[in-house]
Protein backbone atom coordinates (compact mmCIF):
# COMPACT_ATOMS: atom_id res chain seq x y z
CA UNK A 1 0.00 0.00 0.00
CA UNK A 2 2.52 2.72 1.05
CA UNK A 3 5.89 2.01 -1.85
CA UNK A 4 9.62 1.47 -0.67
CA UNK A 5 9.74 5.02 -2.64
CA UNK A 6 7.58 6.62 -0.04
CA UNK A 7 9.31 5.09 3.00
CA UNK A 8 12.16 6.05 1.68
CA UNK A 9 11.73 9.38 1.39
CA UNK A 10 10.05 10.16 4.72
CA UNK A 11 12.46 7.82 6.22
CA UNK A 12 15.20 10.70 5.57
CA UNK A 13 12.67 13.16 6.88
CA UNK A 14 13.51 11.56 10.17
CA UNK A 15 17.44 11.84 9.80
CA UNK A 16 17.09 15.76 10.37
CA UNK A 17 15.59 15.08 14.53
CA UNK A 18 16.35 13.76 17.13
CA UNK A 19 16.38 10.09 17.89
CA UNK A 20 13.96 10.16 21.24
CA UNK A 21 11.76 12.57 18.58
CA UNK A 22 11.86 9.93 15.87
CA UNK A 23 11.06 7.42 18.54
CA UNK A 24 8.67 9.86 20.28
CA UNK A 25 6.64 9.77 16.70
CA UNK A 26 6.09 6.17 16.08
CA UNK A 27 5.35 5.39 19.90
CA UNK A 28 2.98 8.08 19.63
CA UNK A 29 1.58 5.85 17.17
CA UNK A 30 1.80 2.62 18.27
CA UNK A 31 4.00 1.36 15.62
CA UNK A 32 5.83 -1.97 17.08
CA UNK A 33 9.86 -1.69 17.44
CA UNK A 34 11.68 -4.23 16.70
CA UNK A 35 15.01 -3.67 18.68
CA UNK A 36 17.59 -6.58 17.37
CA UNK A 37 16.83 -6.10 14.13
CA UNK A 38 20.19 -4.60 12.00
CA UNK A 39 18.83 -3.35 8.78
CA UNK A 40 21.71 -3.64 5.82
CA UNK A 41 23.04 -1.20 3.68
CA UNK A 42 21.65 1.33 5.40
CA UNK A 43 24.07 3.77 7.53
CA UNK A 44 23.09 6.25 10.46
CA UNK A 45 21.59 5.84 13.88
CA UNK A 46 18.75 8.16 12.83
CA UNK A 47 17.94 5.55 9.37
CA UNK A 48 18.49 2.20 11.25
CA UNK A 49 15.87 3.65 14.19
CA UNK A 50 13.43 4.31 11.39
CA UNK A 51 13.73 0.77 9.77
CA UNK A 52 13.86 -0.60 13.21
CA UNK A 53 9.91 0.32 13.43
CA UNK A 54 9.51 -0.34 9.88
CA UNK A 55 10.84 -3.98 10.15
CA UNK A 56 7.67 -4.43 12.75
CA UNK A 57 4.98 -3.19 9.92
CA UNK A 58 2.81 -5.80 7.96
CA UNK A 59 3.17 -3.35 4.71
CA UNK A 60 -0.13 -5.85 3.11
CA UNK A 61 -2.13 -5.40 6.77
CA UNK A 62 -4.27 -2.09 6.23
CA UNK A 63 -4.66 -1.92 10.38
CA UNK A 64 -0.76 -1.60 10.28
CA UNK A 65 -0.25 0.70 7.45
CA UNK A 66 -2.50 3.04 8.77
CA UNK A 67 -0.53 3.47 11.78
CA UNK A 68 2.06 4.63 9.45
CA UNK A 69 -0.42 6.91 8.16
CA UNK A 70 -0.86 8.56 11.11
CA UNK A 71 3.33 9.14 11.59
CA UNK A 72 3.07 10.86 7.98
CA UNK A 73 -0.45 12.82 9.01
CA UNK A 74 2.16 14.39 11.70
CA UNK A 75 4.83 15.15 9.51
CA UNK A 76 3.25 16.73 7.08
CA UNK A 77 1.01 18.57 9.28
CA UNK A 78 3.74 19.65 11.17
CA UNK A 79 5.78 20.59 7.82
CA UNK A 80 2.65 23.01 6.44
CA UNK A 81 2.39 24.55 9.70
CA UNK A 82 6.02 25.33 9.94
CA UNK A 83 5.86 26.30 6.17
CA UNK A 84 3.15 29.15 6.65
CA UNK A 85 5.25 30.07 9.69
CA UNK A 86 6.53 33.85 9.00
CA UNK A 87 10.07 35.08 10.10
CA UNK A 88 11.96 32.16 9.57
CA UNK A 89 12.86 32.55 5.50
CA UNK A 90 15.77 29.77 5.37
CA UNK A 91 13.29 27.06 7.45
CA UNK A 92 10.32 28.47 5.47
CA UNK A 93 11.28 27.52 2.38
CA UNK A 94 12.57 23.80 3.26
CA UNK A 95 9.28 23.34 5.01
CA UNK A 96 7.61 24.04 2.02
CA UNK A 97 9.67 22.41 -0.80
CA UNK A 98 9.82 19.17 1.47
CA UNK A 99 6.01 19.28 2.43
CA UNK A 100 5.59 19.57 -1.00
CA UNK A 101 8.00 16.50 -2.02
CA UNK A 102 6.37 14.06 0.62
CA UNK A 103 2.11 14.64 -0.04
CA UNK A 104 3.44 14.02 -3.70
CA UNK A 105 5.01 10.43 -3.03
CA UNK A 106 2.14 9.70 -0.59
CA UNK A 107 -0.56 11.16 -3.31
CA UNK A 108 0.97 8.58 -5.60
CA UNK A 109 0.33 5.61 -3.36
CA UNK A 110 -3.25 6.36 -3.58
CA UNK A 111 -3.66 8.54 -0.79
CA UNK A 112 -4.95 12.17 -0.23
CA UNK A 113 -3.77 14.52 2.01
CA UNK A 114 -6.70 17.15 3.02
CA UNK A 115 -7.14 18.72 6.88
CA UNK A 116 -4.29 17.31 8.63
CA UNK A 117 -5.65 13.89 7.24
CA UNK A 118 -4.54 11.07 4.82
CA UNK A 119 -6.85 8.71 3.09
CA UNK A 120 -7.30 6.54 0.83
CA UNK A 121 -8.78 7.45 -2.56
CA UNK A 122 -10.01 3.86 -3.11
CA UNK A 123 -7.61 1.90 -5.02
CA UNK A 124 -5.62 -0.10 -2.63
CA UNK A 125 -6.12 0.58 1.14
CA UNK A 126 -10.30 -0.87 1.11
CA UNK A 127 -8.62 -4.13 -1.38
CA UNK A 128 -6.50 -4.49 1.54
CA UNK A 129 -8.67 -4.63 4.29
CA UNK A 130 -10.30 -7.61 2.31
CA UNK A 131 -7.71 -9.74 2.09
CA UNK A 132 -7.32 -9.37 5.73
CA UNK A 133 -10.71 -10.02 6.25
CA UNK A 134 -10.82 -13.40 4.12
CA UNK A 135 -7.43 -14.44 4.96
CA UNK A 136 -9.44 -17.34 6.94
CA UNK A 137 -11.26 -18.34 4.00
CA UNK A 138 -10.35 -21.27 1.50
CA UNK A 139 -10.89 -18.45 -1.34
CA UNK A 140 -7.86 -18.60 -4.02
CA UNK A 141 -9.92 -16.91 -6.57
CA UNK A 142 -11.05 -14.09 -4.60
CA UNK A 143 -7.10 -13.04 -3.70
CA UNK A 144 -6.60 -13.68 -7.19
CA UNK A 145 -9.20 -11.44 -8.40
CA UNK A 146 -7.77 -8.59 -5.76
CA UNK A 147 -4.60 -8.76 -7.05
CA UNK A 148 -5.26 -8.39 -10.73
CA UNK A 149 -7.48 -5.32 -10.09
CA UNK A 150 -4.38 -3.55 -8.10
CA UNK A 151 -2.22 -4.33 -11.33
CA UNK A 152 -5.08 -3.05 -13.25
CA UNK A 153 -6.32 -0.14 -12.21
CA UNK A 154 -3.88 2.84 -13.55
CA UNK A 155 -2.73 0.77 -16.48
CA UNK A 156 -6.09 -1.42 -17.80
CA UNK A 157 -9.05 0.58 -16.34
CA UNK A 158 -11.42 -1.87 -18.11
CA UNK A 159 -9.91 -4.92 -16.94
CA UNK A 160 -10.38 -3.25 -12.98
CA UNK A 161 -13.96 -2.46 -13.75
CA UNK A 162 -14.72 -5.91 -15.06
CA UNK A 163 -12.62 -7.81 -12.75
CA UNK A 164 -14.58 -5.74 -10.01
CA UNK A 165 -17.89 -7.54 -10.75
CA UNK A 166 -16.20 -10.35 -10.44
CA UNK A 167 -14.92 -10.16 -7.21
CA UNK A 168 -19.13 -9.57 -5.72
CA UNK A 169 -19.80 -12.67 -7.42
CA UNK A 170 -16.99 -13.83 -5.94
CA UNK A 171 -17.81 -12.45 -2.72
CA UNK A 172 -21.02 -13.65 -2.55
CA UNK A 173 -20.69 -16.93 -3.36
CA UNK A 174 -17.90 -17.07 -0.74
CA UNK A 175 -20.31 -16.42 1.85
CA UNK A 176 -23.20 -18.36 0.72
CA UNK A 177 -21.12 -21.51 0.57
CA UNK A 178 -20.12 -20.76 3.62
CA UNK A 179 -23.28 -20.59 5.01
CA UNK A 180 -23.95 -23.93 2.83
CA UNK A 181 -26.95 -21.64 0.84
CA UNK A 182 -27.18 -22.97 -2.71
CA UNK A 183 -27.41 -19.68 -5.07
CA UNK A 184 -28.02 -18.90 -8.21
CA UNK A 185 -25.64 -16.39 -10.48
CA UNK A 186 -27.39 -12.83 -9.93
CA UNK A 187 -25.62 -11.13 -7.47
CA UNK A 188 -27.86 -7.95 -7.25
CA UNK A 189 -28.01 -4.31 -8.64
CA UNK A 190 -24.40 -3.17 -8.03
CA UNK A 191 -23.20 -6.03 -9.31
CA UNK A 192 -25.56 -5.49 -12.22
CA UNK A 193 -24.24 -1.67 -12.25
CA UNK A 194 -20.59 -2.61 -12.44
CA UNK A 195 -21.65 -5.21 -15.84
CA UNK A 196 -23.18 -2.16 -17.16
CA UNK A 197 -19.97 -0.36 -16.83
CA UNK A 198 -18.00 -3.00 -17.95
CA UNK A 199 -19.54 -3.45 -21.41
CA UNK A 200 -19.89 0.00 -21.57
CA UNK A 201 -16.02 0.81 -21.35
CA UNK A 202 -15.03 -2.54 -19.73
CA UNK A 203 -13.49 -5.81 -21.25
CA UNK A 204 -15.52 -8.17 -22.51
CA UNK A 205 -16.85 -6.73 -25.50
CA UNK A 206 -15.57 -5.25 -29.30
CA UNK A 207 -15.57 -1.56 -29.55
CA UNK A 208 -15.92 1.45 -32.19
CA UNK A 209 -12.28 1.85 -33.07
CA UNK A 210 -13.07 5.68 -32.43
CA UNK A 211 -14.57 4.74 -28.46
CA UNK A 212 -12.87 6.39 -25.62
CA UNK A 213 -12.18 4.21 -22.94
CA UNK A 214 -12.68 4.67 -19.06
CA UNK A 215 -9.28 6.56 -17.50
CA UNK A 216 -8.34 5.40 -14.04
CA UNK A 217 -10.46 7.87 -12.25
CA UNK A 218 -13.18 5.63 -13.48
CA UNK A 219 -11.73 2.33 -12.47
CA UNK A 220 -11.23 3.55 -8.73
CA UNK A 221 -14.72 4.70 -8.72
CA UNK A 222 -16.11 1.20 -10.08
CA UNK A 223 -13.33 -0.81 -7.66
CA UNK A 224 -14.12 1.68 -4.73
CA UNK A 225 -17.96 0.83 -5.25
CA UNK A 226 -17.24 -3.29 -5.38
CA UNK A 227 -14.41 -3.08 -2.41
CA UNK A 228 -16.84 -0.96 0.06
CA UNK A 229 -19.91 -3.65 -0.83
CA UNK A 230 -17.46 -6.63 -0.29
CA UNK A 231 -16.00 -5.45 2.86
CA UNK A 232 -19.56 -4.39 4.27
CA UNK A 233 -20.31 -8.36 2.86
CA UNK A 234 -17.53 -9.91 4.73
CA UNK A 235 -18.07 -7.72 8.43
CA UNK A 236 -22.02 -8.63 8.54
CA UNK A 237 -21.52 -12.22 7.59
CA UNK A 238 -18.63 -12.07 10.52
CA UNK A 239 -20.89 -10.55 12.73
CA UNK A 240 -24.01 -12.96 12.24
CA UNK A 241 -21.41 -15.93 12.75
CA UNK A 242 -20.69 -15.02 16.38
Same mark, same amino acid.
Given at each position: ???????????????????????????????????????????????????????????????????? +?????????? +???????? /????????????????????????????????????????????????????????????????????????? &??? =??????????????????????????????????????????? /??????? /? +?????????? /??? &? =???????????????
Amino acid at each position: MISKKTRKEFREYFVGLYLREIEAEFDAADVPFVGNYVPKNISGQRRSLVEQYYHAVDWTKWSDVRKI +LIVYENVLTH +LEDLSETT /GLYENNEWAQNTFKSLKKWIERDGFIYSNGKLNPVGKNASLSEITSATSHFDAPELHRQIERIKNAVEDDPGL &AIG =TSKELIETTCKTILSERGVQYDNNSGNVTQGLGELRNLYGTGH /GKHSKEK /G +LSPRHARLAV /GTA &A =TLAMFLFETHEERAL
